[in-house]
């Protein structure tokens, strides 16, 4: 069986040799003569036996990267891609994962998408959203401001706005001022202009895994040097993060503590607070996604990094657009002073400012209490789905399928024994209509896994018991008839 350092490269060719290379090991890939995740030599040892420079490699090494056929891991070499998981594509939709059907290499019938069952999708199904409320605060803005309301605002964001906002945020016992808010245009521009602020290439940034798949590709755009650091079901792994300190010197380390994106967990207060001190130990910055701190079923804690922040380390992003309306695009996040001029110049070059109409609309909402009534109402719409929800999974789940139930939040994160791919369970679910998320999209790498994400969002509460009864027979099916062992790495082993 061929192997890379047994490629022929032709110096008489008129094509550059990097490109020899590339071409060459992509068929070895292609062809599965080298199989997923297998180390590639490194780039001195392959320069000198293919008699070539470290750059022809390097140039080699970064095209087949570039074009998805390898990934870089921090500190240990350059792996093969699964490449069988770039027909699970992943199309990010401002703060939501959902599948892209369209571009599914999957026999399905993409006009009748009303009959699957999705439990893939995060975002809020559009008869949650307040439409009469907001209708009647976007009048009386309309009323009042005539056409100021449609001028610029300043890029840190309407004064009344986030005024309004920082009393708000005394519910979850974070204390700060109007001076220190920003106003965005969702999480997702949160992260990017964080990312333009701070990164610089080649920049090493921390990153839980698994993790948002949004916050990942605004990672690799700045062409930032990714370090992941498991999650475990009481939050991120100290040990390995601490390890990992004294070797690498983070910008960031990006983190979702409540009820973290896809998996569900929570941090707990001990770590929260020893992820503060390492923060001021090796100075570098936490941005902390509050993902869906507001859906928390049962304790009500809403304790957050932030609050607990007297170190002025932990950069906070809070979205009203996941439980409100999406496409409204409404954020803001709190800046540490260090870092404040930085980030208003990368937001005024995003976008200058966000909607004026909209900040001024959801300062009346917030002023009005509408928000918090409208929390209180899909709090008790998805406490209901949360319960249906689980007890389906006690009731039908195969008893090999493994899984911690969240205490809120949208998603719940399930394993298949060892060995299994969720990239495949994925496929035959969607055939059956069913929809599920892949682990692999929320892996860093996109690498196939065993595990895979449900969530509670974009499903009604009558369509559960059923779904996951379906799901059940779908999985048992699987796991009799497909081949254990198709994929080759064991992830995220303390998960459970």
Request: net charge positive; charged share 25%; hydrophobic share 40%.
């Amino acid at each position: 069986m061929k192997t890379v350092e047994e490629i022929k490269l032709d110096k008489n060719k008129s094509q550059y040799l990097y490109l020899q290379l590339y071409e060459e090991v992509k068929k070895l890939i292609e062809s599965n003569i080298i199989e997923p995740h297998v180390k590639l030599p490194t780039i001195r040892y392959l320069a000198s036996k293919l008699g070539v420079n470290n750059v022809t490699v390097v140039n080699a090494y970064n095209l087949l990267e570039a074009e998805g056929y390898i990934y870089k891991k921090m500190g240990s070499g350059s792996y093969v891609q699964d490449i069988r998981s770039k027909e699970v594509e992943r199309l990010i939709l401002d703060e939501e994962t959902n599948m892209n059907f369209a571009n599914l290499d999957i026999d399905i019938d993409i006009n009748n998408k009303e009959k699957i069952v999705n439990f893939a999708s995060t975002a809020p199904m559009p008869d949650l959203f307040p439409v009469d409320d907001f209708k009647l605060v976007l009048n009386q803005v309309l009323d009042r401001d005539k056409g100021r309301a449609f001028t610029y605002q300043e890029s840190q964001g309407y004064f009344n706005l986030r005024n309004a906002i920082s009393n708000y945020l005394s519910d979850f016992n974070i204390k700060t001022n109007e001076g220190n808010i920003h106003i965005i245009s969702g999480a997702q521009q949160g992260i990017d202009i964080l990312s333009k602020a701070l990164i610089n290439y080649g920049d090493i940034v921390f990153t839980e895994n698994p993790t948002y798949t949004g916050a990942i590709a605004v990672f690799k755009s700045r062409s930032a040097r990714i370090v992941e650091i498991p999650i475990n079901k009481d939050g991120i792994d100290l040990i390995d993060l601490e390890y990992k300190l004294k070797s690498f010197k983070p910008k960031f380390i990006y983190v979702m503590p409540n009820f973290q994106n896809p998996t569900g967990y929570s941090y707990s207060v001990a770590k929260k607070k020893k992820l503060i001190e390492l923060a001021t130990k090796y100075n570098f910055y936490i941005i902390e996604d509050d993902y869906l701190s507001d859906l928390d079923f049962f304790t009500q804690s809403k304790n957050t990094l932030k609050s607990l922040d007297t170190s002025d380390k932990v950069v906070y992003i809070k979205s009203f657009s996941k439980i409100f309306m999406p496409g409204l695009r409404l954020a803001f996040m709190i800046i540490p002073k260090s870092i404040y001029n930085e980030v208003l110049s990368a937001k005024h070059i995003s976008d200058i400012s966000t909607s004026g109409l909209i900040q001024r609309a959801f300062h009346l909402y917030l002023e009005k209490g509408i928000w918090q009534k409208h929390i209180r109402n899909v709090n008790t719409i998805y406490t209901e789905r949360y319960k249906t929800i689980v007890k389906s999974v006690r009731k039908h789940m195969p008893k090999e399928v493994k899984y911690i139930l969240p205490q809120g939040g949208l998603s719940f994160w399930f394993s298949l024994p060892s060995g299994y791919s969720a990239n495949e369970l994925y496929r035959l679910c969607l055939k059956n209509d069913i929809s599920i998320a892949p682990g692999s999209l929320f892996d860093i790498w996109q690498r196939d896994t065993h595990f895979f994400r449900l969530s509670i969002a974009s499903i009604h509460n009558d369509e559960i018991d059923y779904g996951i009864a379906k799901l059940a027979h779908i999985i048992n099916y699987f796991l009799k008839n497909f081949q254990k062992d198709r994929i080759s790495i064991d992830l995220y082993n303390n998960l459970f």
